[in-house]
């Protein structure tokens, strides 16, 4: 998967400041989402900026893979940062994200001066904590982390989703199938709940191209459609044709009698109409056919 969908992830789930996500990493809540573009010759964007209840700045980077130029890249944000907020105390942390063992270096040292920021992986997290948050985006955020327990976990998570409206529902069902494309075992024990719950999910055509497991669902659902459509089909044709089989032999046997109370007891139409109960134009049309 791409830093670039990544970036665009984070941007949607962290509209909100996700605050039990936030406390775990820096030990305090987050008090207000910071602009994170900075202007340069070459524009700067990074990827999460927020301010921390004591008013310092929480600056945190997600990496997917490896990167053997991250400190000196966060050098240069922290350099931009202290320029933004010269008397704010200033927190940098890279979470690493990726499926792989972390081994980045995160210290800068040269002979007179050192730089330092904080490494951590994503999956020593214990999503349990992030579960217990009262945020849907924390409870998402969950599944990046250490899931112990994946069907509990997602039993859980669905059974909160589907409680909200539709619109947001769908929303935040999309947030995470985004980040279940980080962990595509997951997304295997998330596509057997979903089938067993009979929780249908729609699928944009963006997600179908972008995630082979996506188009797997897609294709699947819209097989199982057309065997239900072919079934349905065969019912319906079915009950139309014991219908039709029904009304057909009424009709044969109306026309029966009709003709065995003309012909046998010589009765006038006016006369069969009132037995049988029928309309005389039928009653006339049936005579005039035999």
């Known amino acids: 998967m791409s830093k670039q969908k990544m970036d665009v992830f984070l941007r949607d789930i962290f509209q909100n400041v996700p605050q039990k996500f936030i406390q775990i990493l820096t030990g305090q809540k987050g008090r207000k989402v910071l602009d994170n573009t900075f202007p340069s010759v070459k524009e700067r964007k990074a990827d999460y900026i927020v301010e921390l209840e004591d008013g310092s700045i929480f600056h945190l980077e997600l990496q997917i893979k490896n990167d053997n130029n991250m400190a000196l890249r966060m050098l240069e944000y922290y350099v931009f940062l202290k320029q933004r907020f010269p008397d704010k105390k200033i927190h940098q942390m890279v979470l690493y994200v990726g499926e792989r063992k972390v081994n980045m270096p995160n210290v800068i040292k040269e002979e007179k001066w050192q730089y330092i920021y904080t490494l951590k992986d994503i999956k020593e997290i214990r999503c349990k904590e992030l579960i217990e948050s009262p945020q849907i985006e924390d409870k998402i955020l969950a599944v990046l982390c250490n899931v112990e327990n994946p069907k509990e976990y997602f039993n859980r998570l669905l059974d909160e989703l589907y409680k909200l409206p539709h619109k947001q529902r769908a929303d935040y069902l999309r947030k995470l199938l985004t980040a279940l494309d980080y962990r595509p075992k997951l997304m295997i024990e998330f596509n057997r709940i979903m089938e067993v719950k009979g929780m249908p999910i729609t699928l944009t055509e963006e997600m179908i191209k972008q995630n082979p497991l996506h188009r797997q669902a897609w294709e699947k659902g819209l097989e199982e459609g057309i065997q239900q ?32 109370l003309y012909y046998k007891l010589n009765l006038p139409p006016e006369k069969i109409s009132e037995i049988l109960e029928l309309p005389l134009d039928f009653v006339k049309k049936v005579l005039e056919k035999s």
């Open 229 to 260: 459509g072919i079934q349905q089909g065969i019912q319906q044709g079915i009950q139309q044709g014991i219908q039709q089989g029904i009304q057909q032999g009424l009709q044969k046997a109306k026309e029966e009698d009709i003709k065995k």
